[in-house]
């Protein structure tokens, strides 16, 4: 996911036990009106982490705006549960032609959005042809950045050509070059199908303000409108989220007929919220609570590791621009050691910018084994035997990537020290500041950062970090970018041989230091039944039962 997003963009209010203080309330009222069989329990509270930054997900990014998309609205493709693969949702399947070009869509029938307008073919094109056609603020990065990304900007600059109906059940959209990518990356809730109606009707394209302060459309505040199994009920900033089950949702139901989200802040507000009974489940649980929550009959359910942390190095910054500094700190770091002091049980050890699972891993990448003396030679080569250097991390804010970034930092820098090098701390509140410095600056020297997966496709990881010269890394390897560039777009057959040889350059040439895929653990009351943990969040509550 995004990081400058899922990281919660600006603007966004956070509470923590005004929220805890809500969520009992909502509580009560859902024990008190559940009228559902079984449990006679209706109702699913949730703690998020912080408001959604927009309730329209095609002008969204993070992670708690899709937690509530999903819910809403659904894409023509989705996942496999439990995977980060495609698989057929509103479209039942798709054929693409030899040149890669196009794409055509065969669509579910008799599906209806939650304002009655019949999603059909045109109603895919009015969606395609909405994205395509964005100008001004619409068009800007901090808002439709995944449209961006994928198709490469509106107009005479994307890749998108046209989109055509050629019956109600059939939507044919043509490309002007091949994006092998297409498919898993319409699984990304930023692709969601809308009701046109609800769209023209509400404005939804009509945003003021400025990049870095965009004010939302009414449509985007307060009248989304998808096929999903919820329709939106009410929207109390900083507060929470409120969802209905939609009545004539084409798929089934388990329990849960209402959900809130409930904003809580703080990862111990949410623990908490959960012991006293006034949440369900909250996601980004602690390392350190694992144990205790288990042991209080909770349960902790773990995801996929689907995502990497790292350990960036600035080349703007000397003597970062010198390999053989960057080698001997990737020596000098006990990965092993790092994952059991500061990381979840099961954490993958990470070898290279992408987790094992995606297409392109390599067994034949450069590893910097753990090795103190090969760390110091190395410096000693460099003439850096008695280097200092700032280290940039976070503080307030836990990520899938990174649940304690002081708790790394602290095992991180203790790794230097033993080598010789002297660390100086810099840390820095996630919101609204570290990630300005890191990716919108050259100040900064070392820092740690990640990345969540938003689909199944290598492009997605490395291409997003080493795809273009970025203020985050401060270097111009135009050999690199062109490498990657060009097994982005390569046939598909032809693509995981690109990719594997473009991940050995990256690890070869050393950027940063890839350190783990963390396992993201969610925890839940005995009563929630089945929840569907996704390694990319794709997470419906429709399937959730309650037991007594």
Not at 33 to 62: I, Q, R, Y
Not at 427 to 449: A, C, F, N, V
């Amino acid at each position: 996911m995004r990081r400058r997003a899922t990281r919660l963009a600006g603007g966004v209010t956070l509470v923590t036990a005004a929220a805890v203080a809500l969520s009992g309330c909502v509580a009560s009222e859902r024990d008190a009106e559940g009228s559902g069989e079984g449990s006679g329990k209706d109702t699913f509270v949730f703690a998020a982490s912080a408001d959604p930054g927009s309730l329209d997900p095609a002008f969204a990014s993070d992670g708690e705006s899709f937690r509530v998309a999903r819910q809403i609205f659904e894409g023509l493709v989705g996942v496999e549960p439990g995977t980060a693969d495609p698989a057929p949702l509103l479209a039942e399947s798709w054929d693409i032609s030899d040149d890669g070009l196009e794409y055509t869509f065969h669509l579910k029938e008799g599906v209806k959005f939650q304002d009655d307008t019949d999603f059909d073919a045109e109603a895919v094109c009015f969606n395609f042809d909405r994205w395509a056609n964005w100008t001004g603020l619409a068009a800007s990065e901090s808002l439709s950045y995944y449209y961006t990304h994928v198709f490469g900007g509106q107009g005479d600059n994307g890749k998108y050509d046209s989109c055509e109906a050629s019956d109600a059940a059939t939507a044919v959209v043509k490309l002007k070059s091949p994006l092998p990518e297409l498919v898993p990356a319409l699984s990304l809730p930023s692709f969601s199908m809308q009701s046109p109606t609800a769209l023209e009707e509400f404005k939804a394209d009509e945003v003021g303000g400025a990049e870095d302060a965009p004010e939302l459309s009414e449509y985007a505040t307060g009248h989304p409108v998808g096929t999903g199994p919820y329709e939106f009920g009410e929207w109390k900033a900083g507060e929470s989220v409120t969802l209905k089950a939609f009545d004539g949702y084409w798929g089934e139901f388990g329990d849960v007929k209402n959900i809130v989200f409930t904003v809580i802040a703080e990862g111990t507000a949410r623990r908490q919220a959960l012991e006293a009974g006034d949440i369900d489940g909250y996601d980004l649980v602690a390392p350190a609570d694992v144990d205790a929550l288990k042991d209080g009959g909770y349960q902790v359910l773990n995801r996929d590791p689907f995502n990497i942390l790292y350990l960036g190095m600035n080349q703007k910054q000397k003597p970062f621009d010198d390999p053989k500094v960057r080698q001997a700190i990737a020596h000098a770091i006990d990965k092993e050691a790092l994952v059991a002091a500061a990381l979840p049980e099961g954490t993958e050890v990470a070898t290279q910018f992408v987790p094992s699972t995606v297409s392109g891993y390599s067994d034949d990448v450069a590893t910097y084994e753990f090795d103190q003396e090969k760390a110091k030679e190395l410096l000693k080569e460099a003439g850096q035997e008695n280097l200092e250097l700032e280290f940039n991390y976070p503080t307030d804010v836990s990520r899938p990537y990174m649940p304690d970034a002081a708790a790394i930092y602290e095992a991180i820098s203790a790794d230097l020290e033993e080598v010789g090098i002297t660390v100086k701390a810099t840390p820095e509140p996630w919101s609204p500041t570290y990630l300005d410095t890191i990716q919108g600056s050259d100040k900064h020297g070392l820092h740690l950062l990640g990345w969540t997966g938003d689909y199944n496709d290598t492009y997605n990881f490395i291409g997003t970090f080493f795809g273009a010269e970025s203020a985050e890394w401060g270097f111009n390897d135009e050999s690199l970018f062109k490498a990657l560039g060009d097994a982005r777009y390569a046939p598909v057959d032809q693509q995981e041989a690109q990719y594997k040889a473009a991940n050995e350059a990256v690890m070869e040439f050393l950027p940063g230091v890839p350190l783990a895929s963390p396992v993201p653990s969610l925890a839940f009351t005995e009563q929630v039944q089945g929840y569907p943990v996704s390694p990319v969040q794709d997470e419906v509550y429709n399937v959730i039962t309650f037991t007594e």
